[in-house]
């Protein structure tokens, strides 16, 4: 049975999308099947790994509102073992559509537990919110992973998401992956001194590895690329495989990064 994993933090421009294209072409490198769920209406990872949002058709919203899953919803990535279940704008109605509904919160789950046999990971891209997309998210997962940019206003966030983690955990068994440190500047001292206190803070939760800046990763979709296929030799593709790699390890070794919230 594959594993779900939400990337989630209400603060925007941290590295949520970029986690989430990275990480699954690197499980994916790694040999694992992938599908990435695509919730942010911006549909920045749709765009990021090669597909032009307006020629969508079916999307996250088809995929979480339609009583089957339409199996043409999801689509394959010019990644070999990574597919999408892309977004578009029409997701923006999602809050409108299930405001009648019962359990509203946790309608991607059942549609997400129908296919989750057929994968090894499911990620799940989250927009900037804590509202009704995220819910569903969390409701849907196993596990979340939260990444935090180091820079000032990365606790704010972060406690944020943690409190919302605790709130979910009251209904249903999900866990802190990892908190991933992303952004970092070597020449910023300051920098450093967040990596430092999320450390200190979260000492069983944070991972080893760290994302620094790169142009390699801005550019990347830019190209319809992830930074694995774009530049595979470049500092942001070996960060982010070690990433991968440390996932599995914590996984298929039996340790685990939570220990509860």
Sequence with gaps: MGKVIAIANPKG????????????????????????????????????LGFNRENITLDS??????????????????????????????????EEVLVTTTNKKRVLAQKVAMIKDDYDFILIDCPPSLGTIVDNALCASDSVIIPVECAFYAYDALTQMVKKINEVQKTKDIKIEGILLTKLDNRNTLGFKVV?????????????????TSSHIQEAPMHGKSVISFSPNSRGSKEYRELAKEILANNDGGKDVSTGV
């Design 13 to 48: 421009g941290v590295g949520k999308t970029t986690t989430t294209m990275n990480l699954g072409a690197s499980l994916a490198f790694e040999g694992k099947k992938v599908l990435i769920i695509d919730l942010d209406e911006q549909a920045n990872a749709t765009i990021g």
């Design 61 to 94: 919203l088809d995929f979480i509102i339609n009583p089957t899953v339409d199996s043409s919803i999801i689509l394959k990535t010019d990644v070999n073992n990574l597919y999408i279940v892309p977004s578009s704008v029409r997701l923006s109605k999602l």
């Design 196 to 212: 430092d206190k999320v450390r200190y803070l979260f000492p069983n939760k944070t991972f080893n590895t760290v994302i620094g």
